[in-house]
T-cell receptor
Framework: GAVVSQHPSRVICKSGTSVKIECRSLDFQATTMFWYRQFPKKSLMLMAT?????????EQGVEKDKFLINHASLTLSTLTVTSAHPEDSSFYIC??????????????FGEGSRLTVL | QKEVEQNSGPLSVPEGAIASLNCTYSDRGSQSFFWYRQYSGKSPELIMFIYSNGDKEDGRFTAQLNKASQYVSLLIRDSQPSDSATYLCAVNDNFNKFYFGSGTKLNVKP
């Protein structure tokens, strides 16, 4: 399967600071990447769809000015949590859709980034 | 967000038994369906996908899809303790977005 790498895996920051999380597709070009958020023992919540070369599409209820997404190349998307607060503490997971050419595209996940805001 | 429903469990089965995991979805436009396994603190990993009605088998895993009933299931034969994890059902809509259920926690007891 395809490889998606996410960095950092863990980050602790002070309230009010900004944190950037990187997501890279290592062995394929991903025109579309997705950012999810997961609370403990809860489902993955789709935050936004990141499209290479254009603005991200945010899901309802997700603040686009709070969660800045940039998809500058076919292999890199970044999520910046701006002015982080303790309620932003969560597990953030990026993913990329990989089209085998037959059947549906598959979604491969990065390792996830656990954000703790103090 | 589109609804994907799963029983949270935990589902406990003895080693060697068949584990049956179920999922329903609300969007009739959903195109394809996926089962992911997630260990605690880790990101999900793909087990298998299905997009046609009926059964699809891959080793010890069988996915079943019934689009008329908006229902998809995963059977795990000869369950092993290493299968203990949370299993996430995901659906892919017409816009290639993936939506996830809350997951079913499976415990396989030795």
């Amino acid at each position: 399967g395809a490889v998606v790498s996410q960095h950092p895996s863990r980050v602790i920051c002070k309230s009010g600071t900004s944190v950037k999380i990187e997501c890279r597709s290592l062995d394929f070009q991903a025109t579309t990447m997705f950012w999810y958020r997961q609370f403990p023992k809860k489902s993955l919540m789709l935050m936004a769809t990141s499209n290479e070369g254009s603005k991200a599409t945010y899901e309802q209820g997700v603040e686009k000015d709070k969660f800045l997404i940039n998809h500058a190349s076919l292999t890199l998307s970044t999520l910046t949590v701006t002015s982080a607060h303790p309620e932003d503490s969560s597990f953030y997971i990026c993913s990329a859709s990989w089209d085998r050419g037959e059947g549906p595209g598959e979604l491969f996940f990065g390792e996830g980034s656990r954000l703790t805001v103090l | 967000q589109k609804e994907v429903e799963q029983n949270s469990g935990p589902l406990s089965v003895p080693e060697g038994a068949i584990a049956s995991l179920n999922c329903t979805y609300s969007d009739r436009g959903s195109q394809s369906f996926f089962w992911y396994r997630q260990y605690s603190g880790k990101s999900p990993e793909l087990i298998m996908f299905i997009y046609s009605n009926g059964d699809k088998e891959d080793g010890r895993f069988t996915a079943q899809l019934n689009k008329a009933s908006q229902y998809v299931s995963l059977l795990i034969r000869d369950s092993q303790p290493s299968d203990s994890a949370t299993y996430l059902c995901a659906v892919n809509d017409n816009f290639n977005k993936f939506y996830f259920g809350s997951g079913t926690k499976l415990n396989v007891k030795p």
